[in-house]
C-alpha cells in the first residue's frame, strides 16, 4: 500500500515494524504531538492483540539510579520513586 494511501495510525505501525522509537521521536517524525502519539501507540497495541505481531516495549529508566520498575510501562512518569529524581528516560516502541 502507498504511504499515501494509509492512516497516520498504519505508517506508525509501520514505523514500529522497522526501528524503535519512543513518543516523541514519532511525534517529531509523523508532525503530530506527543500525547496524540502515544494514543496511536496504545490503540495500536489493542489491534495487535489479533495478530500474530507484538508490541514491544522498552520502560522508562531513571539516568540517576537505573530504576525501571514502573507500573506503567507506556506513560512516562514524572519522577522515580526510588530516587525522586525527574531524569527519566522515555518508554521505546517496536513492533515484533
Known sequence: ??????????????????????ASGLARAFGIR???????VQHIARSLAS????????PPTCRDCGFDGFDDPVNRPSRCPECRSETLTEPVFRID
Open 51 to 58: 495478530t500474530d505481531d507484538e508490541l514491544q516495549v522498552a
Open 34 to 40: 506527543t500525547p496524540e502519539a502515544l494514543d496511536h
Open 1 to 22: 500500500m502507498r504511504e499515501a494511501d494509509q492512516t497516520t495510525r498504519e505508517r506508525i505501525a509501520d514505523r514500529l515494524r522497522d526501528e524503535a522509537l519512543s
